[in-house]
Structures are given as structure tokens and as C-alpha cells.
């Protein structure tokens, strides 16, 4: 089975692994990945990207001119996608830019034009209900009639297609997977004493963005009302940055638990581990909100949290709010509370705190969970059964 996928996602080589082990699942698999020659990502990397082929075995990555360097939606390719179609001549042709994608759209059309009859398959996060206008409603319903399949990375995403009047095949399932070699249990003693935690303290650990919407706010207030609860001593480890350092700090300074906060505004990805080894918990306290306004929809609510099954392959229990996916990730392997309910996330603390065989407990089951479900390799053969289905099904499939 050939396999083309088309995303800027793979620009980054560590986002790649997923799908290099496809390629290496059977002898008869071969990934090709084409990725936006340049790219903007954005944010802190204020530089724009560019990409380089790579190869290794069955698997490549092969830079494609493209029309937008830093719009997701209006991401599309120029001319030489058509001679690496025509090459490769795919199975299954994926874009992974949402259910509004100009660049799928253009895929599905010259999947038709040159008469491939590659199964067209796209992968979306949004996870909130939105009403499209014309043209972007003609252009969804364009890229919907003719999907073979769907892959949601949330199950509200799954359910809002379902909405929009899609019937075909639906898998749920993440972008991205864990590497359980980089995320796995591992004391860190030194990193421990440079930072200033002593052996007797328990760490409660963020890693993420430093926005309100990321629930900070309310974590503040959960640890303001467990300084008065337990007698344990404890340390407040941020792991990442973003503009509400500063709102967050003023009010960790009023609740008299600042001198509690350690800062790690900046590491590689692959000393993340590191940092998630030093916490007792992980906790990710995503609040929906509905102020983000695009041009098509509106709002946000957290869509997976990947950072939950890297602590869990790290063997470290975690806490998280009922906010979009994170109870359908956590299950029964970490605690869940109401989002932006301070109380109840400090009774979870507290509960972790006060009964360490629990703690170790749900340690455990988070563990198994993410190697057994949300590892690179568990996801792959997850997307190939997936796929080999699709192709099964006869709808749209090479003769």
C-alpha cells in the first residue's frame, strides 16, 4: 500500500516517526510525506522554515512548493505536486489541514483529473460546533462528498462532522504519538537539586502554553487553598511561557505562594522528560472559551493534551479538567474535575497528597494506558487497520 500524507506538521523530523513506522510495519508499505517547502509557524519561532528531503527506507519526506507559508487553511501546493502524484501514484492520499482545506480540495481534484483512485482521507482537531458560510460551506461540502474517510483527532470532533452530514468511515484517534524511548520513567536527583526541590516535596507540574485558557489561573487558586490544607511542603513547576506570566505570578504573590514557583520558561524538546520526572502530578486545567474568532468559527476547547500522555509514559499520575478530550484520554488511568472549579481540583491534589498508594496506583494505570494506546508505533498500526478497511471497502478504490 502506498500512502501519500500532506501536512506542514511533518516539517518537524520528530513528527515524522509515526508514519516512518508504518513504512517498516510490512514490506509492501511505503509513506511518502509532502510538506510545504517553506514555512511560518509562528508563535515564538518568529523565522520562516525550510524544508529538506530526508529518506529512510520505504519512507520520505519531499518538500512541495506551496501558496501560503503560515495559514493552515490556505495551505496549497504549486505544480510539482502533480509529477510526484503521477510517480507515486498513492493508495491513499491524506491532508491533515481540517474539513475546510483548500489544499485537500486540490488534492481530491487531481486525485480525479488523473485518475489515481487513491482513497481521499483528511485529519481535523476542531472539536466545536460551527456554521460555515458560502463559499467555505461549498468548499466543505466539496471535501466531505468526496472523502473516503475521516480521521478526528477528538470525539467531538468525530460527532460534529457527523453533524455536517458526513456517513462515511471515522476514526478517532490523535495527530501524534508518544516516544515511549524519550518519555519514560527516570529519576532526576540532579536536576532535582539544581532546581531547589527537596526529596520531601511534592511537585505539581505544568507543561504548556501560559495562557488563560490553559487554566493557570485556576491551578493558582487550587494551590492558594491547599497551602492551607496540608502540611506536606510543596513546589508549583511551570514548564513553558507565554503572556500570563506575569498576571499569574501577581496572583501567586497575593495568594503568599510565589516563593513556591519554579519558572522553566525555555528547554530542547527532548529535556522535556526530564522536567515531567521531577513532578508528583502533571496537571492540565484547560477551560473552553469562546473568544477566539476566526472566519469560520469561533472558540476553543482543548482538543487532546498531548502533554498528558507524555507524563503518563513518564509514570507520572494526572490531574485534568473536563475540558473537550481530556476525561476520553485520561479515562480511568488519572483524576478529572470540573473545569475552572479551584475546590475540586484542590480535593484532586489533595487526594494524590494525603493517599500515595493511590498515587501509585494511577501512576500505573497511566503508564499501561500510554504504551498500550499512545505510542508512535500502537497509533500506527491503529492508522494502517484503518486504512487497509478503507481500501477493503471497495468505494473509490484502484481496479
Known amino acids: 500500500m502506498k ?8 516539517i518537524v523530523n520528530l513528527n515524522c516517526e509515526k508514519f516512518r513506522l508504518m513504512a517498516s510495519l510490512k514490506p509492501d508499505i511505503e509513506v511518502t510525506i509532502a510538506v510545504p517547502k ?12 525550510e524544508t529538506r528531503f530526508w529518506q529512510d527506507g520505504s519512507f520520505r519526506v519531499v518538500p512541495v512548493s506551496n501558496l501560503s507559508q503560515n495559514n493552515q487553511g490556505l495551505l496549497s501546493f504549486g505544480a510539482e505536486i502533480i509529477p ?4 507515486f501514484r498513492p493508495d491513499v492520499i491524506q491532508m491533515e489541514q481540517g474539513a475546510k482545506s483548500i489544499g485537500y480540495a486540490q ?60 456517513q462515511g468511515e471515522i476514526e478517532v484517534m490523535p495527530q501524534l504519538g508518544v516516544d515511549e524511548q524519550l518519555f519514560r520513567p527516570q529519576p532526576q536527583p540532579e536536576l532535582a537539586a539544581k532546581l531547589g526541590i527537596q526529596p520531601d516535596e511534592f511537585v505539581v507540574g505544568f507543561v504548556g502554553r501560559f495562557v488563560e485558557e ?22 508549583w513547576l511551570l514548564l513553558g511561557r507565554g503572556p500570563l506570566k506575569a498576571k499569574l505570578l501577581e496572583q501567586a504573590e497575593q495568594a503568599g505562594i510565589a516563593d513556591r514557583l519554579i519558572w522553566v520558561e525555555s528547554v530542547p524538546h527532548d529535556d522535556v522528560p526530564r522536567y515531567i520526572n521531577l513532578m508528583n502530578t502533571l496537571v492540565l486545567p484547560s477551560q473552553t472559551t469562546y473568544g477566539f474568532k476566526t472566519l469560520t468559527a469561533a472558540g476553543w ?91 477493503e471497502s471497495g468505494i473509490g478504490s484502484r481496479e
Not at 500512502?3 to 511533518?10: E, K, M
Not at 511560518?40 to 518568529?46: A, I, M
Not at 460551506?137 to 477528538?154: K, P, T, V
Open 301 to 391: 476547547k482543548e482538543q487532546f493534551g498531548h502533554v498528558l500522555i507524555e507524563a503518563m509514559a513518564c509514570q507520572v499520575p494526572v490531574i485534568g479538567s473536563d475540558s473537550g478530550e481530556i476525561p476520553h484520554v485520561i479515562q480511568d488511568a488519572g483524576l478529572i474535575f470540573p473545569e475552572g472549579n479551584a475546590p475540586a481540583l484542590k480535593d484532586c491534589l489533595l487526594q494524590l497528597i494525603s493517599h500515595p498508594d493511590r498515587a501509585i496506583e494511577l501512576s500505573k494505570r497511566g503508564y499501561d494506558r500510554a504504551l498500550t494506546q499512545y505510542t508512535n508505533r500502537a497509533l500506527a498500526q491503529k492508522q494502517m487497520q484503518f486504512y487497509r478497511r478503507l481500501r
Open 3 to 10: 500512502l501519500l500524507i500532506a501536512s506542514h506538521t511533518y
Open 107 to 166: 488534492l481530491i481534484t487531481l486525485n480525479r483529473l488523473l485518475r489515481l483512485n487513491a482513497k481521499m482521507v483528511f485529519f481535523t482537531w476542531w472539536n466545536l460546533p460551527y456554521t460555515s458560510k458560502f463559499p467555505v460551506s461549498w468548499l466543505e461540502a466539496y471535501n466531505l462528498r468526496h472523502s473516503n474517510g475521516i480521521i478526528a483527532g477528538n470525539q467531538d470532533g468525530a460527532e460534529i462532522l457527523r453533524d455536517h452530514g458526513y
Open 38 to 49: 517553506k514555512w511560518r509557524p509562528g508563535g515564538v519561532q518568529n523565522q520562516t522554515i
Open 214 to 235: 490553559k487554566g493557570l489561573l485556576t491551578l493558582c487558586d487550587a494551590l492558594a487553598q491547599l497551602k492551607a490544607e496540608t502540611h506536606r511542603p510543596w513546589k
Open 84 to 87: 510526484l502524484l503521477k510517480e
